[in-house]
Each structure stands twice: as C-alpha cells, then as structure tokens.
C-alpha cells in the first residue's frame, strides 16, 4: 500500500513556514559560497602582493 504525498492538504501556516525554511537554507548556502569565494579572493590577492614585493625585495614581504 502505497502513500501519495501529492493529495495531502497541509494548513497555509505549515505550506508556508515550510517554504520559509527552504527559502533559508537557500540563503544560508548562498551566504556561505560568498564568504568561501571571498576568502578564495582574499588569499589570493595576499600572495600576489607577497610575490611583488619579494621581486622588488621589500624587507618584510610576508608583510604585503
């Protein structure tokens, strides 16, 4: 005996808080792929500025 979930009749408070946790959870992950893409960035740009100034020989390159 099978259960169709199609024909069930949710409450417009349940439908909705439902659609609130999704509609969060898509946010949360986009938050999170942002800050991850930042830091991506971020690390990025360190080592480039690091790579100059050991060419131009900066004393404390680590510094840049």
């Known amino acids: 005996m099978a259960y169709d979930l199609t024909t069930v009749n949710l409450p417009e408070s349940v439908q909705g808080a439902i659609g609130g946790g999704i509609l969060g959870v898509i946010i949360g992950i ?3 792929f942002l800050l991850i893409v930042s830091l991506a960035i971020y690390i990025y ?3 480039a500025w690091m ?3 050991k060419k131009l020989k900066y004393k404390r390159s680590w510094l840049a």
């Open 51 to 53: 790579t100059i100034a």
């Open 45 to 47: 740009h360190s080592f």
């Open 30 to 32: 986009g938050i999170m």
